[in-house]
């Protein structure tokens, strides 16, 4: 009996050995930031900030045809690595250099796949990574995020995976979410000290991941399936009228993309973050000289109507028209000129231009000026028309606007990548409208100078500052984003009636200046039209002076969807940038110029609120002071108001 009760007590041994979770924790290099892993019939991790558990247990796996990767789980081996590179982006958004740290966690696990952590003093990241022989169907991705207690949850609710990026933020209880899903990024609110930014990097080759709650404190990821048929939807996109049963079909050796976590201690971290291009791949082009970076005249917004007694003309989408927008921008010193829908013949063709506008005349006249064009086009003409980039580096167009995607499933991202190495190679710049959110393709190859996935100025009267007041903590967070500001018709929401040609835009005139500087985007967009630029050019030489990169960006005031207030500095120059919501009637802050250099005078020149801006929208004050490091200045912002500035030598 007792040889019987040894035998049984070392099998039970034996079992319980064999099933024991594995544990494994990595460290942010501060020490703050803590991911507890924990391997057994599933991989789980939890993330701390300093003892305070901010994510339990979420579960992680890939879901492959014939496989789980992750579920159960072998561990075979596990390495802890500290990381210290310097990035130097090629289109600087917010820094030119940066020092990128981190402590990475690779674990290797039976059936030839790993997964790799990496904990930043700002953040947490992971991906998985296999070694797969010939091609894998990956059916799901499992990405669940568990939280300890109810959060509040900033969120963008599509109706569909068919999406423009563009619907209003809105605010939902982890408790209780469990209607639409959200596209990326989405940013939590702990209700402590914590706000938590989620996205992901260096995707390639899959879909983009959108994330849902399940009604229980939990959010899952979801995705669109891969599509197999499409069939016609009219001049400017494809229905999808088949779908695969996986997300994705790929290669079975590979990385997979990065989904990344920014956890913020104080609101203005999450303006000041670089997560995007940490995580993202090394640039593919060798010599990125010919990249520039710039703002440009657009005619769409303001329907290609200048007028006044210097036009002598009939205005509209015609060769003196375009010739007046690139005149306007010379003057300015502005790159480029977008020419809009309208420039070809038909949205389907884009070797015939319209002979009203002629192109050629218009690319020889711009050269001639020192501006660039850059030529807007549905994504499906560029899709059926593949070789329209070496015959657009022939006529001489500097870039593509390229429109109307509206799906982010594998067959798109891989689009997206296609064109962008196709435009790469032609030294063509690219900016996607009608887009998904940025996620390191820009940094892969950075003629992508910016994409749109944002509720913009083209929606009028439904641009409030209020959602706006979360796109330099969401959307602009993660990468460069085509907003097209520049308003010179301001209005207050009450009493804003508007249409194009005479588009408005709601918001004080000191707000719109704000935004060149608060919003980042490598081809930043003037919407209005010229005449109106020439009638205000105190403002119009503000705005056209201010950069599209930037060396430091030091964030002011912030607080999420209420305030955003930054300074940015290119070489000796500082721009302040702010931008209030409708919270306060009169909002007032006090800015410390401790970023200045010491011992030296500067002058600063700033654009505020006008005494009836919070009525008359257009109503502002210029004035030009002394300054110096440590002076504290005060401000005060109207609702929905702004407040810029330019700092330079005296």
Known sequence: MKQAYLIVSILIAFITTTHADEKLNLKSPDGAIQVSINIGEFITYSVSYRNDLLFSNNKLALNLKNENLGSPAKLLNSKITAVSNTLKPHVPLKYSTVVSSFNKLLMSFK??????????NNGVAYRFITNKKGAIEVLNEQVDLNFPSSYDIHVQQPASFKTAYE?????????????KMSTLPILIDTKKQYKILVSESDLSDYPCLFLKGNGNNKIQAAFPKSPLRFAPDGDRSLKIIEEAPYIAKTTGKRSFPWRYFVISTEDKQLLENTMTLQLAPESQIKDPSWIKPGQASWEWWNDASPYGPDVNFESGYNLETYK?????AAKFGI?????????ANSTTDPYTPNPKVDVHELIRYGKEKNVGVVLWLTWLTVHENMDLFKTFKQWGVKGLKIDFMDRSDQWMVNYYERIANEAAKNELLVDFHGAFKPAGLEYKYPNVISYEGVRGMEQMGGTLPKNS????????????MDYTPGAMISMQPESYRAERPNAASIGTRAYQMALFVVFESGLQMLADNPTLYYRNPDCTEFITSVPTTWDETIALEAKVGELAVVAKRK?????????NNDAEKIRKISLNLDFLEAGRTYKMTYFEDGINAARQAMDYRKKTIAVKKGDKIDVQMVRNGGYAAVISLE
């Open 111 to 120: 059936g030839n796949y790993a997964i790799e952590f990496r904990a930043f």
């Open 571 to 579: 070489d000796k120059k500082w721009f302040i940038g702010g931008i």
């Open 469 to 480: 007041l979360f796109l330099p903590f969401m959307r602009n967070a993660v990468g460069p």
């Open 335 to 343: 790159k480029y000129i977008i020419m809009d829908e309208g420039w």
């Open 324 to 328: 007046y927008y690139i005149d306007f």
């Open 167 to 179: 619907e209003n933020y809105s605010t939902v209880n982890s408790a209780n979410w469990n209607a």
